[in-house]
């Protein structure tokens, strides 16, 4: 994987691999108005800490948010699934410390996903979009 510029291009990429995606693209901080859809887009970076010698410890927040249709149970219940084996997917790439490309001067720490919820219905209810929460630690020199 080519090394990324910024933090969420690098997180982008590393989303980008996760199988169920398929075929479609992930887009920059919005979803289309069409289902199924996918977006990334960063949501803060907290410095955690800071060593004598100026080594900074980072974490960086990210949202995978996804358009799906919702009109019954059994969409809504699809949309869920995905959102649970998006955060095992993310679970295990972390365990086997399959992590993000950073940009130069920054190491990976861990990354984690939780809180898969549904965010916003459309007015209709055929639609709707659900949200992740994606925490990259890394350190920066």
Do not use: C
């Not at 996760?18 to 990334?40: K, R």
């Not at 990976?108 to 898969?116: F, K, Q, R, V």
Request: aromatic share 8%; no cysteine.
């Amino acid at each position: 994987m080519e090394q990324s510029n910024t933090l969420l291009e690098a997180v982008k990429a590393w989303v980008e691999e996760y199988p169920e995606l398929g075929e479609l693209d992930l887009h920059i901080d919005q979803v289309d108005d069409d289902a199924p859809s996918y977006s990334v887009g960063t949501s803060g970076l907290i410095l955690l800490s800071e060593s004598v010698l100026g080594i900074q410890t980072w974490q960086y927040n990210a949202v995978l948010q996804s358009r799906e249709y919702t009109a019954d149970d059994l969409s809504r219940l699809n949309a869920a699934a995905f959102t649970e084996q998006f955060i095992f997917w993310t679970n295990d790439r972390n365990a086997s410390d399959d992590l993000p490309d950073l940009p130069s001067g920054m190491i990976p720490e861990s990354i984690s996903a939780d809180n898969g919820m549904l965010l916003d219905l459309d007015e209709d209810g055929d639609r709707g979009v659900y949200q992740i929460q994606i925490h990259l630690v890394f350190t920066k020199e």
